[in-house]
């Protein structure tokens, strides 16, 4: 068994292809490499290259591999299909042509959730016909990838979107064949929704596939939940921390990992402003000292 630690081009800032704040993508790779890790997520489709041979190169130059690929998309609106599934298929041909396993689907940001992101109680519900059809949609990209591209497909709650809160996650789990979604775990979004993380791991540890390693200041999060802070402003502010300062407690998610006896991928996300004051190289140096000091390879 191996646990293997990467990182994601959203440590650096990035989340939309077409940001123009976002560093070069060739930055990103040796900036990764220089840190310590020998594992990079793809980032939004369109900021690394789709060119098969551009991107091998420059991931050999770096000794570093492709682990997976995220399609943050609004899989909630019905009229954002053709964007959803030209992104889906976009990223799973990227994924495949390099070996990466792992496709992780996020319902992006709704403007109907926007407010209630860390209140559950409060947080406006589809009705029951619009949750099948988000649902399906889900599903559909869910099988594509497996069927078609021989991806192992994830699903990740997201601050701000229709799959935030743990009740929406299961129950979309329930109603999913798990031969073809599995859960990308991110123990930061868990955090913020409210949740406990540890907890949600030792019940659903068999389908956890890929984890992404976030950690939360919880005092930034009672803020930003009691000001109804954007998720791009909270980030800004601070929200996810460097790992082992915050409210993750991850000495436990190794435990409950190495007892499923997981195998594979974990990669760190420390979402951050790129406008801002930031490090991100440095960041991830210490974001990946810390895991190697409570025994993460």
Known sequence: MAIRIGNA?????VEFAGDPRNPDWRTVLR???????????????GFMPEDPGQLAEALDRHDLALTGGVVFRPFHDPAAWDEVMGAAIRTCRSLAVHGARHLVLIDSISPRRAPTAGRAAEAEQMDPAEWAAFRDRIATVARIGTEEFGLTVSIHAHAAGFI??????????DEVDPSILRICFDTGHHSYAGYDPVAFMRRHAWRISYMHFKD???VVKA???????????ACGQGIFCNLGKGDVDFPAVRQVLLEAGFDGW???????DPTLDVHPRDDA?????YLESIGFA
């Not at 974990?266 to 951050?272: L, P, Y």
């Open 216 to 218: 939360i200041d919880p």
């Open 31 to 45: 900036e990764c490499a220089e840190a310590g890790y020998r594992g990079i997520e793809l980032g939004p489709i």
């Open 223 to 233: 803020r930003v939940i009691a000001a109804r802070t954007g998720f791009y402003e």
């Open 266 to 272: 974990c990669t760190v996300e420390q979402d951050c």
């Open 164 to 173: 935030d809160f743990e009740p929406e996650l299961e129950r979309l789990l």
């Open 285 to 289: 140096r210490a974001n990946r000292e």
């Open 9 to 13: 081009p959203c440590s650096w800032g």
